[in-house]
């Protein structure tokens, strides 16, 4: 054989090396979930990269650009207003804050929890409290799908006992652990996973709310963090129950027609429903 048919030869024995060793990691890790950087291929060209790039070609819903992480409001204190009809409207940003002026209204009747845009990497011992609560009634928990982290299956699990209804949008299913792959900066695959008491996985699926809201993720972001802009929680609702149609929105001292949060605005009507049926107190 010639220097020319020996260096075909073994650049074909290597492309099939290769070739085999993607579809082996493709069969082993198929069920995994990778976290990469979008640059990460540029800035690491190794063949283990190129390996990935094809796994999440095949797999594309278990490759994702970047790592869960705490949104920017983290460490604000918690939003405690009372609304009409005796409802108690509680919004958490950060479980590391202090939360400890909202235990005292866990117990009413007619309690709305806002867990939009929460994030936390670990189970939540504000959660796992609700479990032992004496109540008659569920608490009403808005959702959305920054709604983040293992502690999701403290939801699932509430929802399952029926101690909560969810509203909103389905949570983020970020209940998985990772661990590098190939010790690179850039890529991780999934280890293991939090599960809920019933075993069913909601791994990137998420928490699926009971009473799901149709809404755009810019209309729920501006509508949430209109409070940032001096609205106050009781301008994200109306209270225009018993009439055929609702009273139109009032104006905001700005001259800006006030936001409707659809999300909240739902936790409301199934209250006050409740009310008028009798099955709540007020």
């Known amino acids: 054989m010639n220097t020319h048919g020996k260096h075909f030869f073994c650049l074909a024995l290597m492309f099939c090396s290769t070739w085999l060793q993607a579809f082996e990691i493709a069969d082993a890790l198929a069920p995994a979930q990778f976290y990469t950087t979008p640059d990460s291929l540029a800035t690491h060209p190794t063949p283990e990269a190129i390996f990935l790039q094809g ?3 095949q797999y594309p819903k278990q490759v994702i650009a970047e ?3 705490a949104p920017s409001h983290a460490k604000i204190a918690p939003v405690i207003e009372k609304l009409s009809r005796d409802i108690v409207y509680i919004r958490i940003y950060d479980f590391a804050t202090d ?3 909202s235990l005292a209204y866990l117990t009413n009747p007619a309690l709305i929890l806002d867990l939009r845009y929460v994030f936390s990497a670990e189970t939540v011992e504000y959660i796992a409290a609700l479990h032992a609560l004496d109540r008659d009634y569920p608490i009403m928990v ?3 799908n920054k ?3 293992p502690w999701e299956v403290q939801l699932a699990d509430l ?4 101690k909560i209804t969810t509203i909103g949008t389905a949570t983020a299913g970020n209940t998985g652990i990772y661990e590098k792959f190939w010790d690179t900066p850039t890529y991780y695959k999934l280890v293991a996973q939090k599960l809920p008491q019933n075993g069913q996985s909601i791994l990137q699926t998420g928490l699926i709310p009971n009473i799901s809201i149709d809404v755009r993720t810019d209309d729920d972001y ?4 209109a409070i940032n802009k001096g609205y106050k929680v009781t301008d994200m609702i109306r ?3 018993g009439d055929d149609q609702q009273a139109a929105p009032e104006q905001h001292t700005s001259g800006e027609a006030l936001l409707n949060d659809k999300i909240l605005q739902r936790a409301v009507d199934v209250i006050v429903a409740l009310q008028i049926l009798g099955d709540l107190p007020f």
């Open 239 to 241: 209270f225009s129950y």
């Open 99 to 101: 939360l400890s002026d």
């Open 159 to 162: 929802q399952a006992e029926n």
């Open 222 to 225: 501006q509508s949430y963090y």
């Open 142 to 144: 808005l959702l959305n």
């Open 67 to 69: 790592l869960p992480a």
């Open 55 to 57: 796994l999440a070609q």
């Open 147 to 149: 709604t983040s982290g």
